[in-house]
């Protein structure tokens, strides 16, 4: 976990032998202190307040790669309660599309990210995505069975972005996992999102139900009320999706998974679907709008040597979400918002492996 940062004047600071970089909150955003000079050891840390420049203790020699450094270098904490946990990540130049803002895939990859490391937090393990002890006795692991991710506005390149995320059960057949997305410079509400994780057998590749034992150790981290990103009634995250049926509008097939798509559990990683989905988007629509609201159902795993198709169809809109916030209202927007059905299935046998739901808005240049 980060430490707090004690404060020191701006001499001091660059007479540091051993500075840290931290970033404190002014009128205009957050802003980056003085680096420490060239050839000096530089950590990160974070500090609340609005006025000093943050001065932390640089990791002696056993603190490099020792257990709990990476926890000091992120700039990441449990709340009070222990019963969420918030990060700030930088979005990074390679994070950004052709609009210049972070792709979708950058913001399901930070996702991913804050949630492992709220795991890793509170002692879960990190030989996979927050096994718990007796599922890694019992060969258990996470997978997702599904995401919705509702993007208000796209950070750019530099910007920060604070993510809160927290977990919760969902009954007997697996967990929930929520987020909130801020820009930390204005604290407005950039997006959110929520998940739907189950229980597989690593040997079997088999569904389990969630056992007395494992909610046990996950639900004393949970918070003891639901919590929902989404707590509107009748809100997208909540609609099915039915099954598109070939022939599609657009398609796109042969797609092959990378050995780079491959993750920890040794199938491809849920973010490469949402890659899958977007090929089979039209490019005049790619060039024209931007993505609003993705929602992924997984129904089968797929493995390094599969080889899939993305079909992609249009559908009828009734309704659209405008943002003040974050938090949408309900209003008729049909003239600006396209809505597509999308099916990702394997080459040749069809056989299932996720259906998807996009929303886009007209791009605003």
């Known amino acids: 976990m980060l430490r707090a940062c004690a404060s020191v004047s701006p001499v001091a600071a660059r007479e540091a032998s051993t500075v840290a970089q931290c970033w404190r909150r002014g009128a205009s955003g957050v802003l980056p202190m003085p680096r420490a000079e060239s050839g000096k050891l530089t950590v990160r840390c974070s500090r609340s307040g609005n006025e000093g420049v943050g001065l932390c203790p640089a990791p002696t020699s056993t603190d490099v790669g020792g257990e709990g450094f990476a926890e000091r270098l992120r700039m990441g904490r449990l709340e009070e309660d222990g019963l969420s946990y918030r990060e700030s990540f930088i979005v990074r130049c390679y994070e950004v599309g052709i609009n210049k803002t972070a792709t979708v895939e950058t913001i399901a990859n930070l996702l991913q990210e804050v949630g492992c490391n709220h ?63 801020k820009d930390l410079a204005t604290g407005s509400v950039i997006g959110r999102a929520t998940s739907k994780w189950v229980m597989m057998n690593q040997d079997t590749r088999k569904l389990q139900r969630v056992s007395d034992e494992v909610r046990e150790e996950y639900l004393v981290y949970c918070p003891r009320t639901p919590r929902l990103a989404f707590p ?70 797929c493995q390094h040597d599969d ?38 299935g394997l080459s040749g046998t069809g056989m299932e492996l996720n259906r998807g739901r996009t929303i886009w808005r007209k791009l605003v240049r």
């Not at 995505?129 to 997702?144: D, Y």
């Not at 099915?240 to 022939?247: G, Q, S």
């Not at 990683?269 to 993505?291: A, C, F, K, R």
């Not at 899939?308 to 974050?326: H, M, Y």
Request: some cysteine; glycine content about 6%; overall charge negative.
């Open 119 to 181: 795991a890793q937090s509170v002692g879960f393990s990190t030989d996979g995505f927050a096994t718990t002890n007796t599922m890694r006795a019992l060969r258990l692991i996470w997978v997702t069975s599904r995401m919705h991710i509702e993007i208000y506005k796209y950070p750019a390149w530099g910007d920060v972005v604070e993510i809160e995320t927290w977990c919760q059960g969902e009954g007997r057949i697996g967990t929930r996992r929520d987020w909130i997305l």
């Open 307 to 344: 080889m899939v198709d993305s079909l992609t169809s249009s559908e009828k809109i009734t309704l659209a979400a405008e943002s003040t916030n974050g938090y949408p209202s309900r209003k008729s927007h049909e003239h600006n918002n396209l809505q597509y059905l999308h099916f990702l």
């Open 232 to 301: 509107e009634e009748e809100n997208d995250s909540l609609k099915k999706i039915p099954k598109l049926e070939d022939p599609a509008d657009f398609s796109r097939h042969g797609l092959v998974p990378r050995r780079a798509d491959l993750d920890m559990n040794q199938h491809v990683n849920n973010v490469t679907y949402i890659g899958w989905v977007l090929e089979s988007m039209p490019q005049e629509i790619i060039d024209t709008h931007e993505l609003q609201t993705i929602t992924l159902d997984y129904r089968r795993e």
